[in-house]
């Protein structure tokens, strides 16, 4: 699924018929990786569940890549690596915060020291995009998209003010738009 649809950026350059629409679709594929690059997220919840290992440090906190953690399937914590029945953890011994996606031991437990010995299988992301995301894909591909005509400047005035030496970033209101959403690196 993509972050916005072609007929939103459309509706937002207020372009009609089909005379950009190879262009338009490319800059919003552009777009999406920009700002799942930029939060450090896929931000859509997969079709499957996926599988993720942390090191454990003594701490009963794992923060997930993924948020808002729509379902945790499993939680292992292993030193062995081998993940067998007997280093699962009860969904009884954790609490699950869905956003920021973090799984908390709870009774005073902690995760073990080690090398990815943390094996967790969840879904986190979005199911439905909210919309200042949406928003923030949209203004990026435009951006791009008006900036074709200024290819040959050495900068190009932006909408929300100021200039841009580099002709393929983005204005600072896209990024001030994602800052809520990016993952934050721990430990």
């Not at 009774?107 to 299988?121: E, M, P, T, W």
């Not at 995301?133 to 005035?157: C, D, H, P, Q, T």
Request: aromatic share 12%; glycine share 8%; charged share 25%.
């Amino acid at each position: 699924m993509a972050l916005a649809t072609l007929a939103a950026l459309k509706e937002y350059l207020e372009l009609t018929g089909s005379g950009h629409d190879a262009r338009l679709t490319a800059l919003l594929a552009r777009s999406d990786t920009f700002v799942k690059s930029f939060t450090k997220r896929a931000l859509e919840v997969p079709a499957n569940d996926v599988t993720e290992y942390y090191d454990g440090n003594f701490t009963d906190t794992i923060f997930l890549r993924e948020f808002p953690i729509v379902s945790v399937t499993s939680v292992h914590d292993d030193t062995a690596r081998v993940f067998g029945a007997d280093t699962l953890i009860a969904a009884a011994d954790y609490v699950i915060v869905n956003d920021p996606g973090y799984i908390r031991y709870l009774y005073g437990l902690r995760f073990a020291k080690g090398a990815q010995n943390v094996k967790v299988i969840y879904k986190g992301g979005y199911s439905t995009i909210p919309k200042d995301l949406e928003m923030a894909s949209i203004y990026a591909a435009a951006f791009w998209f008006e900036e074709r005509k200024n290819i040959a400047r050495g900068s190009v005035n932006i909408r929300d003010g100021g200039t841009t030496g580099h002709l393929h970033d983005v204005p600072p209101s896209v990024k001030e738009m994602l800052a809520p959403y990016v993952r934050k690196e721990v430990g």
